[in-house]
């Protein structure tokens, strides 16, 4: 396949060819470049609709202006080709979920790993994700493997609405989603479980108290963190701060979100 670079040659400068991004999230039929330079802006138009050429399923082309921030970890996005729209759907490990990528969190790199997630999930667990988003955790842990039941907690109420829709689209009957602070409604539950998805990597160690209130006797717990590469440990330093007695599963980098840095699991089983 031609590359989206030597697409452009002929229509960019050597220089402007030099800064050009390399990577690109797809999210459903949107493409998003995360970084795009200022001196590639008076020819962004140009450079998505060959971005949508270039690949049929893409039919609108944006970029982020504002990076993750705010309680509910959304960006702000401009479209620069395509499409004049922000939802669009999704589809991963056998699931399916709608979403407005501008109003929701969604990390299409996480595919993988939510995928191990799964497969690790043995029969008839209680499973319990935290910061659910727009559902793809729980639908993805529902569609690939033989849980008993799947509960989401997620604050953000539009997210949260997707989701409800999504557990309808994918015809689950074993995913249970609650709108709300994970802290309040998580107690409200009343109810214990085998294994506890800790998917807010700034702060997740921030919640680990309720997750231990919320765990089942050796339950299994996983704790995403964003560290330096050679800080890996700090993780893990995160756990044994506020867990007396666990055993260590795993510790996996999950995929580079800054240059030296990643997003980390620490997988542990509590004893």
Known sequence: ????????????????????????????????????????????????????????????????????????????????????????????NGAAVKLDVEKCYFSPRLG????????????????????????????????NSDAKEVYGIELNPIAHRYAAENVRLNKTRNVFLIKGDVKKEAAKLKKKFDRIIMPLPKSAGDFLDCALAAAK???????YDFEHEDEIENALEKVKNKVRKFKLLNVVKCGQYAPGAYRVCVDFKLQ
């Open 1 to 92: 396949m031609v590359s989206l670079r030597d697409s452009l040659k002929g229509r960019l400068s050597s220089k402007e060819l030099e800064v050009l991004p390399r990577a690109f999230d797809i999210i459903g039929n949107i493409a998003i470049f995360s970084e795009f330079p200022k001196e590639l802006e008076k020819k962004e138009k140009i450079i998505g609709n060959v971005l949508i050429k270039l690949n049929k399923n893409i039919r609108t082309v944006a970029k982020k202006t504002k990076v993750h921030g705010g309680k509910y970890r959304t960006k702000k996005i401009k479209i620069i080709a395509g499409e004049d729209k922000k939802e669009t759907l999704h589809k991963e």
């Open 112 to 143: 993988s790993e939510r995928l191990r997630i799964a497969r690790l999930v043995k029969r008839g667990e209680d499973i319990l994700v935290m910061f659910s988003g727009v559902g793809i955790y729980p639908l993805v842990i529902a569609k």
């Open 217 to 223: 006797k050796n339950a299994v717990i996983h704790l």
